[in-house]
C-alpha cells in the first residue's frame, strides 16, 4: 500500500507531499492545478514513461525532477536532469543502466501493473473490453497460459514418442518377418542372433513405455491442474450474465420511476372517489336480505311451476284416455244411448 508520495519540480508541482490514509484516498482540486500530474508522476515510478524531460518544471530545468514513492515495504525514487543525472533508487541502492525499462527489483517492489491503473478518461476496468481480450487478462491473472504451453510441449512431445514407437512396432514386425524366413534352418547360431535383436528391441521398447508412461502421467497431471481452472470460464459466463442483468437493472429502474409517478397519481384520484364504505355496507347487508326473501320466494314458485307442469301432464294422459274411450263407445254403440235406450234419430 502507499502511504507517501513526494513531487518535486514535476509540470506544474514545485514540491508536493501527498501523505496518504488506509482505504480509498480523493484528490479534489480545480482545473490545472495538478491532480492529473499526480498519476503521471506516479505512472512515470511504474513504467519509466513518459520519456525524455518534456514533463521538467519549465521554472527549474536546472535542479532534479524527481517522485519518491514510500510503500508499506520500501521506498522507491525516481530522479531526472538532463541525461547525465537518470536513475532510480530502492531504498539505499541506486540503478543507472537500465535503458527504457523498469529495473526489475524496483518493478517486483512496485508491484503496481497495467490492471492496477487506471487513468481519468479510461472506460471502465473489463466492462468495454471484448470477451477475447477479458478472457486473456484473466488468463494471465491465473497463468492458464503456462498451463496451455506445458499442455501443447507434451502433446508434441506424445506425438513424437507415438511415432517413434509405431516405427519401433513395424520394425519388430519386419524383422519377426524376417526370423519367419530362417524357421526352417537348423544353424542354431541364426536363432541365437535372432534372438538377440529380439531381445534388443524388447529392451528398446521397454525404455520407449516407461517414457510414454512418464509422458502419461504428466499430462494426466496437467489435465487435473487445468480441470482446477475450470472457474474462469464460469467467471467469463458469469460475467456475461451480470451485463445482462446490469441492462436489465437499469430497465427495471426506469419502470420502477414511471410506476411510481403512476402510482401517485391514483393515489391522489383514490381521495377523491372513494365513497362511504359503512353506508355501502349497510345497503350491501340490505340488498343481501331482500335477495334471501327473493330466493325463497323464487323457491316456492319453481315448486308451484313444477308441480303445475305435472298436473298439466297428467290431464293430458286422461283427455287421451277419453277420446279413446269415447270412439270405443261409438264403435260399440253408434246409435243407441246405452241408458234411456233412445237412438240419435229421436
Known amino acids: 500500500m502507499i502511504k507517501k508520495i513526494t513531487i518535486k519540480n514535476f509540470q506544474s508541482h514545485k514540491e508536493s507531499v501527498l501523505e496518504l490514509a488506509p482505504g480509498v484516498n480523493v484528490i479534489k482540486g480545480s482545473s490545472d492545478s495538478g491532480k492529473t500530474a499526480i498519476i503521471r508522476a506516479l505512472n512515470w515510478v511504474c513504467t519509466n514513461k513518459p520519456r525524455g524531460d518534456a514533463f521538467h518544471r519549465e521554472t527549474a530545468l536546472k535542479a532534479i525532477c524527481g517522485v519518491t514513492v514510500e510503500f508499506d515495504d520500501c521506498v522507491v525514487t525516481r530522479e531526472r536532469k538532463g541525461a547525465a543525472h ?136 496437467a489435465t487435473e491442474t487445468k480441470a482446477e481452472y475450470t472457474w474462469v470460464s464460469k467467471a467469463e459466463k458469469e460475467y456475461a450474465k451480470a451485463e445482462k442483468v446490469d441492462t436489465e437493472i437499469r430497465e427495471l429502474s426506469q419502470d420502477f420511476v414511471r410506476l411510481r409517478n403512476l402510482i401517485e397519481e391514483i393515489e391522489s384520484i383514490e381521495i377523491c372517489i372513494v365513497p362511504d364504505v359503512d353506508a355501502l355496507l349497510e345497503e350491501a347487508t340490505e340488498v343481501d336480505g331482500l335477495l334471501s326473501v327473493e330466493r325463497a320466494e323464487f323457491a316456492v314458485l319453481n315448486s308451484l311451476i313444477s308441480d303445475y307442469a305435472k298436473a298439466e301432464c297428467d290431464l293430458s294422459i286422461k283427455k287421451i284416455k277419453v277420446d279413446a274411450l269415447e270412439r270405443e263407445w261409438e264403435d260399440e254403440f253408434p246409435n243407441e244411448c246405452p241408458l234411456c235406450g233412445a237412438t240419435n234419430e229421436s
Not at 541502492?93 to 525499462?101: K, L, P, S, T, V
Not at 490492471?115 to 481480450?133: C, H, I
Open 86 to 221: 537518470n536513475l532510480y533508487k530502492l531504498g539505499d541502492e541506486e540503478f543507472r543502466a537500465f535503458n527504457q525499462d523498469v529495473p526489475p527489483a524496483v518493478e517486483e517492489a512496485v508491484n503496481l501493473k497495467d490492471v492496477n491503473r487506471q487513468g481519468q478518461m479510461d472506460a471502465p476496468y473489463l466492462l468495454t473490453l471484448p470477451s477475447g481480450q477479458v478472457a486473456s487478462h484473466l488468463n494471465d491473472l491465473v497463468d492458464l497460459n503456462e498451463i496451455g504451453d506445458s499442455l501443447t510441449r507434451i502433446n508434441s512431445s506424445s506425438r513424437k514418442t507415438k511415432k517413434q514407437i509405431d516405427h519401433l512396432e513395424q520394425n519388430i514386425e519386419d524383422e519377426m518377418e524376417e526370423y519367419k524366413t530362417y524357421e526352417g534352418l537348423d544353424a542354431l547360431e541364426v536363432l541365437i542372433v535372432s534372438a538377440e535383436k529380439a531381445d534388443k528391441k524388447e529392451k528398446e521398447n521397454h525404455e520407449i513405455r516407461y517414457t510414454l508412461g512418464t509422458l502419461i502421467d504428466l499430462v494426466d497431471s
